[in-house]
């Protein structure tokens, strides 16, 4: 997987970087780390405002202003009675999207996810409503309908992994798990996925994440952190297969 870039941000200095609510900052990172990933393309149409509304349990407007921020930083261009088109390149800027994932080996990965992850699906099943328990369903359809594309399975893992962190309505908390996917996407991951995620393992994994939404769903906090802890373990275990 190749390392992606985002156009910088200003500099603080004569014009200072515009502050948003968090739950506007969500859409605008989730938008934008699927630009930089391409899962948009380049001169791709996004989905409608409703549509990604819907996608990521959201109003419209909080849709609408992400989509402003995108355009004024020429990651996409929004043509009237059209919709929105991905204008941004990979390898535009030379600043990376986040230096410090970039230096981020395995075992710092790990240690971070050990931290982060139980008690952030402990939060989610607390504070999520019905629509975006729904929405993270309609992920793991997505999840499910995969069967031999290991990138298209690793994509949507980490779509589902945000779901979750994006339930738990904790800003920061938000914030540092879009950096953990940001290091997920290391080159020493991507390539450990494609030697390592068969459709045997694939199948294996939609079984267990269909076991985890179904604890979101029961909002029952024990099996799924218990899941969160031992799908831990089974990535501990491929990273002992590489050393």
């Known amino acids: 997987m190749q390392d992606v870039t985002i156009p910088a941000r200003r500099p603080t200095g004569a014009a ?19 630009i930089v990933s391409q899962e948009y393309g380049t001169d791709e149409r ?22 402003d921020q995108l355009e004024a930083r020429g990651m996409i261009r929004r043509r009237a009675g059209s919709g929105s088109f991905v204008t941004y390149h990979a390898g535009a800027s030379s600043e990376a999207l986040s230096p410090v994932a970039a ?35 309609e992920t793991l359809s997505q999840m499910e309908a995969v069967q031999t594309d290991a ?30 996917i940001d290091a997920r996407r290391q080159a020493f991951r991507a390539a450990m996925y494609r030697r390592h995620l068969t459709p045997s393992r694939i199948a294996i ?4 994440y269909n076991a985890l939404f179904n604890a979101i769903a029961a909002r029952d906090i024990e099996e799924a952190t218990e899941f969160m802890k031992l799908a831990l373990v089974e990535d501990q275990k491929l990273l002992l297969q590489e050393d």
Not at 46 to 67: C, Y
Not at 160 to 169: K, L
Not at 205 to 208: A, D, I, L, P
């Open 16 to 34: 200072a970087e515009p502050v948003f609510g968090s739950t506007v900052q969500y859409v605008i990172d989730t938008l934008a780390m699927r």
């Open 46 to 67: 996004l989905p409608s405002e409703r549509q990604l509304a819907q996608d990521l349990g959201v109003a419209r407007n909080t849709v609408r202003e992400a989509l």
């Open 103 to 137: 230096e981020t080996g395995p075992l710092h990965l790990q240690v971070v996810r050990s931290i982060l992850e139980p008690e952030m699906v402990r939060l989610a099943i607390i504070n999520m409503s019905p629509r975006r328990i729904e929405a993270l369903g």
């Open 151 to 180: 990138n298209a399975f690793v994509r949507l893992e980490e779509e589902f992994h945000r779901q979750i962190a994006s339930g738990t309505d904790n800003p920061l908390l938000i914030a540092c798990y879009n950096l953990v």
């Open 205 to 208: 994994y939609q079984r267990s």
